[in-house]
């Protein structure tokens, strides 16, 4: 019962952000968006672990956290630099 | 004693599930994108971390509840790193934070919004 | 060499609440895993105080329920701003003096900043924070000082990592 609460909570949430990152307007609120989402995907994940009886997949959960952390840092940075290596300007932001 | 633990845990939830939605509706109310970050904010921390504090006490003490503490200790040290780095992109890429008494030496330019999509 | 045993005992560690198996062979398997790991993050350079901050634990413990208490706290505030039909938002930039004695205390406060909504750090000039603020509350909030004064205290400035910075630096985390 709790459990279904929770994953209905976090389907209408995902709506939300998922009309945030088709409405734009800036890439920078489309990423911040999907990072939401991301956050989100990880919380239905349990919680659906939780609803199916089958908690091993918070092992799903723990992985697609730290694929959602390292994927929004490369496409920051992507977006920032238009490229993954050392900045092409010389400048002294190198590292994010 | 259950019961207790019980109360507590759907309690949790209840709360973390009202925060989930209402930082979705910062995400999508809120007026610029620095702004935003404050709703994205508020899904990263109270909301996923009181649903999963919740599902650690219908769990009880294995490895379930165990993996469940690191994904909360997982999500609260990588959210404010994701959000720096995003911070640091869209100042680098000319969006400027929207304020109502800019300080004299932050330049506010252009409105909030650039034109990159 | 302090450093890199109790990474490869958190590590270690973590195998084991992870797999669940305690045979032979996955145990040993698992030592060779974290072997490799910890050699690996040798060569990379990054086992160090600041990649692994053991000194910092005991007083971490003391840290982190008062952060927790911030962070409901200013939740509440923003999730009330935000419902609100109005949005009685006001957002500014304001700066903040960061007075950490290290580089690690300072990523520890803007992260602090950032992971209580209502606040995040945008950028860092060496010890002046640039903070976005959603709310005139959350920035006077902040400006009292009572987060830095809490870090600076669980950090020991005058520790065996006193600040050894030698250009302009920026980001933090």
């Known amino acids: 019962m709790m459990f279904s609460v929770a994953a209905i909570a976090v389907l209408v949430t995902m709506v939300l952000t998922i009309y945030r990152a088709i409405k734009g307007p800036t890439v920078y609120d489309r990423i911040l968006a999907v990072n939401a989402f991301g956050t989100l995907t990880v919380v239905l994940i349990a919680v659906y672990g939780f609803l199916s009886g089958r908690p091993e997949f918070l092992d799903l959960a723990l992985v697609y956290a730290l694929i959602n952390f390292i994927g929004t840092i490369a496409v920051s940075k992507y977006v920032e630099f238009s490229h993954m290596g050392r900045p092409s300007g010389g400048d002294e932001l190198g590292d994010i | 004693m259950e019961m207790l633990?019980?109360?507590?845990?759907?309690?949790?939830?209840?709360?973390?599930?009202?925060?989930?939605?209402?930082?979705?509706?910062?995400?999508?109310?809120?007026?610029?994108?620095?702004?935003?970050?404050?709703?994205?904010?508020?899904?990263?921390?109270?909301?996923?971390?009181?649903?999963?504090?919740?599902?650690?006490?219908?769990?009880?003490?294995?490895?379930?509840?165990?993996?469940?503490?690191?994904?909360?200790?997982?999500?609260?040290?990588?959210?404010?790193?994701?959000?720096?780095?995003?911070?640091?992109?869209?100042?680098?890429?000319?969006?400027?934070?929207?304020v109502e008494a800019p300080p004299e030496d932050a330049p506010t330019g252009g409105g909030g919004e650039s034109s990159k999509t | 060499m302090l450093h890199a045993l109790s990474l490869g005992l958190v590590l270690y560690c973590l195998w084991l609440l992870l797999s669940g198996y305690f045979e032979v062979l996955l145990l040993s398997l698992g030592g060779l895993s974290v072997i490799a790991i910890v050699w690996i993050a040798h060569r990379m350079d990054v086992i160090d105080h600041e990649g692994h901050p053991i000194h910092l634990t005991a007083r971490a413990f003391l840290y982190w329920p008062w952060l927790t208490a911030e962070i409901v706290k200013s939740n509440i505030d923003v999730a009330k701003v935000i419902i609100q039909r109005k949005m009685p938002i006001s957002p500014s930039v304001i700066e903040v003096k960061a007075t950490q004695g290290t580089e690690l205390g300072q990523v520890i406060f803007a992260n602090s900043i950032t992971l209580t909504p209502g606040t995040v750090t945008i950028a860092i000039d060496r010890d002046i924070m640039v903070v976005h603020a959603l709310t005139r509350e959350a920035a006077e909030g902040l400006q009292t000082g009572v987060m830095d004064g809490r870090v600076t205290a669980m950090e020991a400035h005058k520790g065996p990592y006193a600040r050894s910075r030698t250009g302009p630096e920026g980001g933090a985390g």
């Open chain 2, 5 to 98: 633990l019980d109360a507590i845990s759907w309690l949790l939830i209840l709360v973390g599930s009202v925060f989930l939605v209402v930082g979705g509706i910062g995400v999508v109310r809120l007026p610029d994108m620095f702004a935003r970050m404050h709703g994205a904010g508020i899904i990263d921390t109270l909301g996923a971390g009181a649903v999963l504090i919740g599902l650690i006490f219908q769990a009880g003490l294995n490895i379930v509840s165990v993996k469940l503490v690191l994904i909360v200790v997982f999500i609260l040290f990588t959210s404010p790193t994701t959000t720096h780095a995003l911070a640091r992109a869209a100042l680098n890429g000319g969006v400027r934070p929207r």
